[in-house]
């Protein structure tokens, strides 16, 4: 038996040796690691439920896209999130399936079951507690001690199951900024390999999420042996500008979601923060794996499995991205599509540009139209064309058919 506990602790002693080795390399490569919360946050959306099988399709779609880790569930709160987990282990291979608990030892339990048969270094637990007054007075019922002894005691037993642990306060940004590095410090002294900063109520601005995380990293001298994540939602519509901000100020982590889906006005899309990063990456100094000619499909799959419709004007995934109708728009576009575009189509996997026909096109797209479907008009006849699309109604979209139908007019009145 002696000899048995000696050989325990040994292996305890190698784990925390090479996972301390894992945290240093991702902290010294300058990589932000994209973990995805669609499937967990995103489905708290009212409206947007998965069933386990499209949760399953998804996550093998951010698998293909290249995401560290997806948050998959929280296994205590449903038997769907426990199914939907089940289905992932063993298919879902190269991301980190993590399981969100309270902090509570069931939770952690139930995350153990969830996860079982993954390997230890594919599967974690993200564990949160509300640390602000208004969670610990109207929610807890809690004091600051008695707050701190269960992070110690929940971390502490999470960490003897799993070797990827997140904590998270709770209402991080609404939380006196000393408790808050308190807690942080109390969570990786027992073993948290990740801290979260979550702007849970989305009321930060892109300044004061710096200030946050400059105050963490001055106030958390154990801040080295754990990753930073951020977690911001978009009720200010900053979620975005905060994250970016954040991976300036030295963020290891961001919680996203594809489409910004999520509680209230979402989280950060994981497909705009990505698409900054790759645009800047001066500014940023960053790297990361992502796969962006995968975005595009995902912002149409996420959105036709969870019925959330895009809207138009949605960056990377809406339909009007690469789309105009603006005569000066189009000329530029078919000179050189890089006069109106801040990235090509084909960078997010996108189809190509479309040149809609309306009342605000020009000569040039339309004719450019016509001779894609194979119509040469003279002069008189393309201004005949025009004139009859300057006078179709407001808002009315020129179809192929429409304009096939305006060429007929217009050859059989000159
Ligand atoms: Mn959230």
Redesign the pocket.
């Known amino acids: 038996m002696a000899l048995f506990g000696f050989f325990k602790k040994a292996r305890k002693r190698v784990t925390g040796v090479v996972k301390q080795a894992i945290i240093q390399r991702h902290k010294n490569s300058g990589t932000v690691l994209f973990s995805d919360?669609t499937l967990r946050?995103g489905e708290q959306m009212p409206g947007a439920t998965l069933d386990p099988e499209d949760k399953l399709r998804i996550a093998l779609a951010l698998e293909e896209a290249g995401v560290h880790s997806i948050d998959a569930g929280f296994p205590a709160s449903s038997e769907a999130d426990v199914e939907a987990i089940r289905r992932m282990i063993g298919v879902v291979k190269k991301p980190v399936l993590t399981a969100l608990c309270r902090t509570v030892r069931g939770d952690v339990d139930a995350a153990d079951a969830a996860l079982d048969g993954n390997p230890p270094h594919k599967r974690g637990v993200s564990l949160f507690c509300g640390t602000s007054p208004l969670h610990r007075q109207h929610k807890l019922q809690k004091s600051q001690a008695e707050i701190l002894e269960l992070i110690r005691s929940s971390v502490g037993y999470a960490s003897e199951k799993f070797e990827i642990v997140a904590f998270s306060p709770e209402d991080a940004s609404r939380t006196e900024i000393d408790y808050l590095c308190q807690c942080y410090r109390e969570a990786i002294d027992v073993g948290a390999t990740t801290i979260g900063f979550?702007d849970?109520v989305g009321i930060l601005t892109p300044e004061k999420a710096r200030d946050f995380i400059r105050t963490i990293q001055d106030n958390v001298p154990n801040l080295s042996k754990a990753l930073l994540a951020v977690?911001f939602?978009n009720d200010l519509g900053l979620a975005v500008a905060n994250t970016l901000a954040c991976v300036a100020e030295g963020a290891n982590v961001v919680q996203c979601t594809i489409n910004g889906i999520?509680?209230r006005a979402g989280?950060a899309s994981l497909e705009e923060v990505a698409i900054a990063l790759a645009l800047h990456p001066e500014q940023y100094g960053v790297d990361f794996k992502l796969d962006l000619t995968k975005l595009h499909g995902l912002c149409q799959l996420v959105a036709e499995l969870t019925g959330l419709c895009l809207a138009k004007n949605k960056p990377v995934g809406g339909e009007n991205i690469f789309a105009t109708e603006a005569g000066i728009h189009q000329d530029g576009l078919l000179k050189n599509p890089d006069t109106y575009l801040p990235y090509r189509p084909e960078r997010v996997g996108a189809s190509g540009l479309t040149l809609v026909i309306g009342r605000h096109s020009g000569r040039r797209a339309v004719a450019h139209r016509l001779q894609e479907l194979g119509h040469e008009l003279t002069e008189d006849q393309l201004n005949a064309v025009m004139q009859t699309i300057k006078q179709a109604p407001k808002s009315q979209r020129i179809t192929n058919e429409l304009l096939k139908q305006f060429v007929r007019q217009a050859t059989k009145a000159t």
Request: aromatic share 0%.
């Open positions: 919360t946050d979550p849970t977690h939602h999520g509680e989280n």
